[in-house]
């Protein structure tokens, strides 16, 4: 699989994928590539990308993982005087 834009992307992930997972699926492929990984190497990095956002759903397509509010919500105090 030539340098990827998700147009070229297979059909089964393409069915699979929402098109911002999609997006980063293309863009992680393309990366490992220019990096120096296989084919099959620089597949297995965007699948793992593609996984730090997304999981699999029951209905055969990834959906977003929900954000985790502890992280996003924590508060920040000052020191201050």
Known sequence: MPEQGINQLPEDIKQQLP???QQIFAAAFSAAQKDGFSEEGAREVAWNSVRNEYEPGGDGKWHRKPEDT???N???TSGGN
Do not use: D, G, M, R
């Open 19 to 21: 098109e911002h997972a």
């Open 70 to 72: 502890a992280i996003h």
């Open 74 to 76: 924590k508060s920040v």
